[in-house]
């Protein structure tokens, strides 16, 4: 029976040899789509693989604390990485903390008719774009 890493090396070579469109097969692509996979769920849940630049993996963390500890973890994540894309496509890994982007949200409810803007010049254009509309 075959282990997991063997069968992920060999998917990773044969996704490698397949003749794919360049925006899916491109080594940054495909280096970006192996991160989740390579570093875990719980790891995958508070990072996001950003770029490829020459041979380093950018990678975005939550904070410097996520920072230090995955760091440490160089090594480990980069034999991973190696073994899912079936090629050391990667050599280094920067992590760089950034701020966890907000997703656009709707609105809850819409806005009743009485109500008002707590800033009253706010409240004075929005009731007159109100009326004119």
Do not use: C
Not at 39 to 46: D, L, T
Not at 51 to 79: G, K, P
Not at 95 to 119: I, L, N, Y
């Amino acid at each position: 029976m075959l282990s997991p890493g063997t069968t992920m090396e060999r998917a990773g070579r044969l996704i490698a040899k397949l003749k794919l469109p360049p925006e899916v097969a491109d080594p940054e692509s495909r280096a970006r789509a192996a991160w989740n996979v390579a570093a875990g769920k719980k790891i995958g849940a508070h990072t996001l693989a950003a770029a490829l630049v020459r041979d380093t993996l950018v990678v975005e963390v939550e904070d410097i604390v996520w920072q230090r500890q995955l760091a440490s973890l160089e090594h480990f994540l980069l034999r991973n990485l190696a073994d899912v894309l079936g090629e050391p496509l990667v050599h280094r890994i920067d992590f760089r903390p950034m701020p966890r982007r907000r997703a656009p949200r709707r609105a809850e409810s819409a806005r009743p008719s009485g109500e008002t803007v707590p800033d009253p010049v706010l409240d004075l254009v929005y009731r007159q774009k109100k009326l004119h509309a």
